[in-house]
């Protein structure tokens, strides 16, 4: 008598099962739950054909060649396949947690709105504002009052009327006085039904205070002209501040379409987040970025020292009265104060013009172009394993420079004032090595690439480039 | 009739396979261990597997002595 497993009938009983309960149940989160849920389907329908194999095997029943058939294991991979993407879709992704993670009210729901009564709290001996707000905007400004006062409207997504009525009536934006704080809450926590809340909170504190807030999924979050500290908790917003006077700590926004922040006088530190943008402008403390940021980082007017930590690159200034562009593929600065430090081991461009101090660069892929314009110059060691180098020098610069390329051409502006050295393999490669006056060690290296020496003629960078293509000029080589 | 250990081994093959498959996605889930870092485990259970099986002893050939 063939026998037959109970895993098959098992797993159709499951599966009727789910599906039964999500006509009968459409709000209960089964999608979510299948997403999370599902390898243990796998686990039980193992150990469930264990059993039974061991079962056989005890009653001394002839066993299965195979302990799952071919057929079991299709349905396996089909499995492993729909629940990796219901997982992947529900929660690595947020448009596919809007697709799938919709219920009936954001299909079909309408959008209420309601205004909220202004609430006006004295502040008494308090110093600073904690905003808590899950899901909507939050916007905080310092004035010249006495009292901190909430307001703004509030959007309610139900599919009727009094679902909205009672999603308004159970999360009440509330402000009180609680030891040195004030604390604003929308309460949106709070909600026991599908309706969806959006709050989009607005709060006037007195100018010298200290900030917190925190969200969760909020649009944007907003502060301004305080004197005060601000700090920043959300899963997932866009932040901007203009005009703080202390530090600005954003250590748990942990995904970002935009971080921008100007006029600051305190410390800047963003960490540990994913995100787009960051745009910096006019900061007096030290910035920290760490972090991984696929977008533009636009960074102006530092005056203290910039440290970026990314999964692919390591950035070290010291001070940035100029700006600092930088994305995936390429970072250019101009006027920087160094010590300046980068590495980066991705592919990416890196110019630099008009810098002062030492500069320490390491590239696994990119040219590599650099302007210091002034003088005197200061030690610079710069190298990538797969690209070209190109080193304009002041004039009138004195430096020792040790410049070579494994593969490709050397061009020397300098002429017999540097000794060139050209190889005469195949792959061309060489060196232009030579002091000029007393001055630091300046090493430039490529593995692969063309390495160019040129004498900095005062014209913009870009302009340099294109006389420079046209009217190349090939220095006397002295043939090794 | 009585069932020798290489062929129990090889009926309990996939559904052990079955199993560590369950945990390893179950450790992505809920351990943060992604599964790209995991899934050699599979093959390594599955040629410990084969291992006890080739080590069993054969019920196939006779026992003791010879013709």
Redesign the interface.
Known sequence: MKRRSLAGPLLLILIGTWFLVSTLRPDLPLLDLAARFWPFVLIGWGALRLLEILVWAVRGQPLPRAGLAGGEWTLVVFLCLIGSGLYWANFDRPWGRLMIGANRVEIFGRSFDYTIPEKKVAVGKATRVLVENLHGTVRVTGADTQEVTAGGRKSIRALQDSDAGEADRQTPVEAAVNGDMVVVRTNQDRLTGQQRVSTDVEVTVPRGFSVEVRGRNNDSIEVSAVNGSVEIAADEASVRLDNIGGNVRLADVRKSELIRAANVKGTVEIQGGRGRDIELDTIGGEVTVDGSYSGDLELKNLAKPLRISGDNAELRVERTPGEIHMDLGKFSGTNLVGPIRLTSNRARDVEIEKFSQSLELSLDHGDITLRPMETPLAKINAHTHNGQVEITLPEKAAFDLRAATSHGEVSNDYGDALRTVSEEHRHGGGSIQGSIGQGPVIVVETDRGSLTVRKDSGAPLAAHNEKSSEDHIRPEIEKH | ???NSG??I??????????V??????AE?WGQLPFYRTWPALLIVYGLLLLLEHLAPDSHKPAGGSL
């Open positions: 009739m009585r069932v062929d129990l090889r009926a309990a093959r996939g559904p052990l396979l079955l199993i498959l369950g945990l390893l996605f179950v889930y």
